[in-house]
């Protein structure tokens, strides 16, 4: 874990939150908030609008996955070290519908050296569970954001 000198781990997270959210369009385009970081966690929420329901009249399941993913990324950053997905896998238990808040709480698992496991669990406005997801993480070379000195 990287030394953050004078900054409690939940300042990193904070500081990490910020700034990723900043710059993450995709996020900002789905309409994805932000509701909490900590180390080795995230809490993020999207409406399912019209642009996001499928033939089938029900929430795409790659959007499920769009916002479970930004979770997962955040969660497994908010240490400051900058870590990309390896690989992900999501099962859709029961459907999204247009209107629903759906909302990903992602928790880090495992992590040794370079590598994570991260489960993030999405619900809907009612807890029911729209969507399991399970992401790998590997750290890659850098910081996420320059902290303050």
């Not at 939150?17 to 809490?43: F, S, T, V």
């Not at 809907?124 to 399991?132: C, F, L, M």
Request: glycine share 10%; hydrophobic share 35%; charged share 20%.
């Amino acid at each position: 874990m990287a030394d953050h000198g004078r900054h409690s781990p939940q300042e990193v997270a904070a500081a990490v939150g910020r700034g990723m959210y900043e710059r993450d369009y995709c996020a900002h385009a789905h309409g994805i908030e932000l509701l909490e970081i900590a180390p080795g966690y995230a809490r993020m929420s999207m409406t399912v609008r019209k642009d996001m329901v499928n033939g089938h009249h029900t929430c795409h399941g790659g959007m499920t996955f769009t916002l479970a993913d930004t979770a997962f990324a955040y969660a497994c950053n908010a240490n400051n070290e900058a870590t990309v997905a390896a690989s992900c896998h999501i099962s859709y238990p029961a459907p999204g519908r247009l209107g629903d808040t759906l909302t990903a709480e992602c928790r880090e698992v495992h992590r040794k050296g370079r590598n994570g496991v991260y489960d993030c669990i999405v619900t809907n406005q009612d807890g029911a569970t729209v969507g399991i997801f399970r992401g790998m993480s590997a750290t890659v070379k850098g910081a996420v954001v320059a902290l303050p000195e």
